[in-house]
């Protein structure tokens, strides 16, 4: 799934741009469709999604799930079938699982396979190989797994599954749901009670989809805000019909061009807006943007609307670092929404960017600059010092900016370019299709 080294990159120069306008749909959300697959492909029977994310990062779960028993098809009107093996029953694969770019495939299979009894190789490019997997190795050793990992806890590494795993009690030493996933999901076929305590709350979309295959599974949420989740081993999953909704984290590239370009108006349909996902429409609207929800609704589980987004006057503000896990994957546009607004954006609380598909403090600090915006990089955030809505003036030549293999820069970099004198260069635009294969057809469909 990765992309082929020796394909060459993808360079590529984002004008500025008129006003957009329009209705747009957004692909699913990755999240929710990388659990979709897995979990079909652990229940017995047959599982229909629709709306799935069909971008490389999830195809690399699909060809996970394939290489360990299941059946993941793709009908000609869209719609996926997922055959599973059942709890327990994975397979053994023939070879090494290239999880491309995909850390959300790598750690929550991580998990999985450390209750089965199966040795399994994790390989990814050259991003994900720089990634911490220590945060799953951690809490899967003590509940039985063994791991033979490169220098530092990195990937290329081996999982041996235990049989039986032992239950643990693991208190998340950092907000992420993907630690949170990886532990929930070896629980599943680990005889007893499992339990993650979360201080701080992250997505939870693995709760609702483990509960929505039957899984027994409960969440206590005590005074303090700490979620105590625990999940009940050898479990029977229930094969589902699920409609992925809209992916809030690609929508935001969109919220935030409407926001900023002059004169836009756009209509995004179907975004998902689970609380644990919503932390960037709060912030932009305390920025003073335009955003409206239209036609709220439930879709496949989870809370819904289409949002209405017009271009606004952004001021700048202090985000709290507590909304931060609600928006993670967010902060790159926001860091172009900054730039482009009155006064100073001051974030913090974000030492986890930098252990993303990139560092993405450095690369947007970095990126930005070159697009002339005020930045200055603290340890755990970004200080922006916006222009007041006035384009980036960019340098001599257009910017050249560095995507590291890291879509979301890619894409926020390409927001940046339509509010640019010069627009931007981007230096590779082939990672936008880890999560947004349709982005530069979208963004090209609005411009008037
Ligand atoms: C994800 C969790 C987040 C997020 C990632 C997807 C998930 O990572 O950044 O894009 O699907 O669980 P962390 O859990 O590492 O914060």
């Not at 699913?28 to 492909?41: F, N, P, T, V």
């Not at 201080?199 to 979309?205: A, E, K």
């Not at 890291?406 to 894409?411: E, N, Q």
């Not at 640019?420 to 260069?425: R, Y």
């Given at each position: ?284 609207r305390q920025m003073g943007g335009q955003i409206e929800f239209l036609n709220s609704r439930e879709v496949g589980g989870e809370p819904v609307a289409d949002l209405l987004v017009k271009h606004s006057a952004l001021k700048g503000i202090e985000v709290d670092p507590a909304i931060a896990p609600a928006m993670i994957d967010e902060f790159p546009v926001l860091f172009v929404a900054a730039s482009l607004a009155e006064g100073v954006t001051v974030t913090s609380g974000l030492d986890e960017l930098r252990v993303k598909e990139s560092d993405r403090l450095s690369a947007m600090a970095a990126a930005l600059t070159l697009a002339g915006a005020e930045i200055e990089e603290r ?70």
């Amino acid at each position: 799934m990765s992309h082929d080294p020796a394909s060459p990159m993808r360079p590529r120069r984002f004008l500025p741009a008129g006003p957009i306008k329009g209705r747009i749909r957004v692909p699913g959300d990755k999240s929710i469709s990388h659990r979709s697959i897995m979990l079909g492909a652990l229940a017995v029977g047959e599982t229909r999604v629709t709306g799935l994310l069909e971008g490389e990062d999830v195809l690399a779960t699909a060809a996970a799930m394939r290489a360990m028993g299941a059946s993941v098809e793709r009908m000609e009107d869209g719609e996926w079938r997922v055959s599973g093996v059942g709890v327990g029953a994975l397979h053994q694969p023939t070879g090494p699982l290239d999880m491309g770019n995909s850390g959300t495939s790598t750690r929550l299979l991580m998990g999985l396979v450390s209750s089965h009894p199966i040795n399994v190789s994790f390989v990814g490019d050259e991003s994900l190989s720089k990634r911490p997997m220590g945060r799953v190795i951690d809490p899967l050793s003590e509940m039985g797994a063994s791991f033979e990992a490169s220098e530092g806890g990195r990937l290329p590494l081996i999982v041996r599954g235990a049989s039986p795993a032992v239950p643990i009690t693991y208190r998340l030493p950092v907000a992420s749901a993907q630690v949170k996933s990886a532990i929930l999901l070896a629980g599943l076929n680990t005889p007893g009670t499992t339990t993650v305590i979360e201080p701080v709350p992250t997505r939870d979309h693995s709760e609702r989809m483990l509960k929505g295959f039957g899984a027994e599974l409960d969440v206590t949420v005590e005074a303090d805000g700490t979620r105590v989740i625990t999940i009940k081993g050898e479990a029977e999953l229930k094969p589902q019909v699920i409609d992925v909704p809209g992916d809030p984290s690609s929508a935001a590239f969109f919220i935030v061009a409407a926001l900023v370009v002059p004169g836009s108006e756009v209509v995004i349909e179907n975004v998902g807006l689970n609380p644990t996902r919503a932390g960037l429409v709060e912030v932009l609207r305390q920025m003073g943007g335009q955003i409206e929800f239209l036609n709220s609704r439930e879709v496949g589980g989870e809370p819904v609307a289409d949002l209405l987004v017009k271009h606004s006057a952004l001021k700048g503000i202090e985000v709290d670092p507590a909304i931060a896990p609600a928006m993670i994957d967010e902060f790159p546009v926001l860091f172009v929404a900054a730039s482009l607004a009155e006064g100073v954006t001051v974030t913090s609380g974000l030492d986890e960017l930098r252990v993303k598909e990139s560092d993405r403090l450095s690369a947007m600090a970095a990126a930005l600059t070159l697009a002339g915006a005020e930045i200055e990089e603290r340890e755990d955030g970004l200080v922006i010092t916006g222009t007041g809505g006035a384009p980036l003036p960019g340098t001599a030549t257009a910017a050249q900016v560095t995507t590291h293999l890291d879509h979301r820069i890619a894409m926020s970099m390409a927001v940046a370019g339509l509010v640019s004198q010069q627009g931007v260069d981007v230096d590779d635009t082939r990672p936008i299709a880890t999560s947004f294969p349709n982005f530069e057809d979208l963004l090209a469909s609005l411009a008037e």
